[in-house]
């Protein structure tokens, strides 16, 4: 268990509809990242979270935003849905923002599984 | 678009063989890390690589960087049934804004 939670576990929803992720990080983390994970794409980096701003951003559809609240927790909004959003999306978090020559380590939630019908 | 990647593809082998994963890059990475997941579960950090030509192990894993920094190994010497999973490496790049480039991924069966 790396302390890192997510919900649901699980979400089927159809095309064209709007969904919400919750994370919450392991006590003490600052940083919050997602990540989606897809068999045809790989892991790939959304965006990241410290201490309730925009750290850094990676290959985030316009159709996807999310945000970090007061209390750490973070939540990654999905609209106007299509098939090729199905995906395990991630969530990560660790005490420091992770810059290059950092070598904090993200612990990483079990994830949700997404399924776009 | 940076891309990182990892070969094999697919690893099957048999309990106490050795062997090698690949991580390669175009481009010279800050930082490299590696990473096993296994089915239905997050990614788990195994080791962070700054120095170029560092070597790190990690009971019967032994982690290379290469010289320039665009490349990295992960060696595992008698494989167990335990180390079944998906091993990832992931690099940040200079002037990236800190993103995480994740490769492409090795699968590995130890079969017992």
């Known amino acids: 268990d790396s302390g890192v939670t997510q919900t649901p576990k699980h979400l089927i929803t159809a095309t064209g509809q709007r969904v919400t992720l919750r994370c919450s990080p392991r006590s003490g983390d600052l940083s919050v990242y997602w990540y989606q994970q897809s068999l045809d794409q790989g892991l790939q980096f959304l965006i990241q979270y410290y201490n309730g701003e925009e750290r850094a951003k990676g290959n985030i559809l316009e159709r996807f935003s999310a945000q970090q609240f007061p209390d750490l927790h973070s939540e990654l909004n999905l609209s106007s849905l299509e098939l090729g959003d199905s995906a395990l999306y991630f969530c990560?978090?660790?005490?420091?923002?992770?810059?290059?020559?950092?070598?904090?380590?993200?612990?990483f939630g079990p994830g949700t599984r997404l399924t776009v019908l | 678009t940076q891309l990182l990647e990892q070969s094999p593809q697919f690893l099957s082998i048999q309990e106490g063989e050795n062997l090698t994963v690949y991580c390669n890059s175009s481009?010279?990475?800050?930082?490299l890390q590696w990473y096993r997941q296994e089915p239905g579960e997050g990614p788990v950090l195994l080791v962070t690589v700054v120095t170029g030509g560092e070597v790190k192990k990690l009971k019967r894993l032994t982690f290379q960087f290469g010289d320039a920094r665009k490349d990295s190994s992960l060696h595992i010497t008698a494989a167990q049934p335990g180390d079944t999973g998906l091993y990832l490496c992931a690099g940040v790049y200079p002037n990236t804004g800190n993103q995480f480039y994740f490769g492409t991924g090795t699968s590995l069966t130890v079969i017992p």
């Open positions: 990560a978090s660790s005490a420091r923002p992770i810059t290059g020559l950092s070598t904090d380590t993200q612990y």
């Open positions: 481009s010279v990475f800050s930082s």
